[in-house]
């Protein structure tokens, strides 16, 4: 029998998706490793639709197909709710440079919107109609906002393993570069609700919220990344009109944590 011929291409050079985010660039030394899933995790209102929204918009600029998975809310209600930004523009979304879909007309298409568990064959289904997506409008720069609510229907961790380790693989095999937006709750200090996304996500960028003299500041952190060297510190995230801007945490000067 031939032996396989085993090639290992030298990867310290990974192609960089630039987030076009305010010092986001800077923490990750030149963006995110094209392909990468990358877990936002956080509490409700630390800013995680906003930063991730603000990540496609910056791809759509740059002449990027970008899109927007809503499974909650609707993207219509969405765009109404967050930070109004001064570069946002509406031609973004009729040149069709950044698209978005609503899960549950997925789900509806798929005939399974009033399911309260998907099956395996079911949720293979609704990776497969995220791949047709993303090949027909060669997407490279997808958010799902949020993977805990598609988690929601699948119960078992076995299921919530595969759904997450089979669409990150699908996404990265076409080399789009995703956001997956994780809810935690504040009380609780992880990164995921089921302990399993972080594992095998390619990145985690942590967003919570830190008590200082009497305000509460949106804080951000990136905690792992894959195929790149990163800060790890914490910065304080701003949510302006001009986007979201992060500042390192001041050490002394009666900031101390
Ligand atoms: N139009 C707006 N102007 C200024 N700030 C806004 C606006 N809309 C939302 N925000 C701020 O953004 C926060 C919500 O951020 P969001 O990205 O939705 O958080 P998450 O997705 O983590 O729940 C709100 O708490 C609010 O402070
Ligand atoms: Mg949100």
Do not use: W
Request: charged content about 30%; some cysteine.
């Amino acid at each position: 029998m031939a032996e396989k011929e085993l090639t290992i291409t030298p990867d310290r050079k990974r192609a960089r998706c630039i987030t076009g985010i305010d010092g986001l660039d800077t923490i990750l030394n030149g963006g995110i490793p094209r392909g990468n899933a990358v877990l936002i995790t956080g509490s409700c209102g630390t800013g995680k639709t906003t930063l991730s929204l603000e990540f496609l918009v910056h791809g759509a600029l740059d002449d990027e197909n970008c899109l927007f998975i809503s499974v909650t809310e609707s993207s219509i209600k969405m765009l109404n709710n967050v930070v109004p930004y001064e570069f946002f523009d509406d031609s973004l979304i009729d040149e069709g440079k950044l698209m978005f879909v609503d899960m549950p007309d997925i789900y509806d298409e798929l005939d399974i919107l009033n399911k309260s568990e998907f099956s395996y064959d079911e949720m293979d289904e609704i990776i497969d109609r995220i791949e047709e997506y993303v090949v027909k409008n060669e997407v490279k720069r997808l958010v799902l906002d949020s993977v805990t609510n598609v988690c929601f229907q699948l119960k078992s961790e076995e299921k919530i393993r595969d759904f997450i380790l089979q669409l990150m693989k699908t996404l990265s095999s076409h080399g789009c570069t995703s956001l997956l937006v994780s809810e935690i709750s504040p009380e609780e200090p992880r990164y995921s609700l089921y302990g399993v996304e972080e594992a095998i996500a390619d990145g985690i960028i942590m967003m919570g919220n830190l008590e200082r003299q009497g305000d509460l500041l949106r804080t951000l952190q990136v905690v792992k990344m894959r195929g790149t060297d990163h800060s790890r510190a914490k910065y304080v995230l701003d949510l302006t009109s001009v986007g979201v801007l992060l500042v390192p945490l001041l050490k002394g000067g009666g900031l101390e944590e």
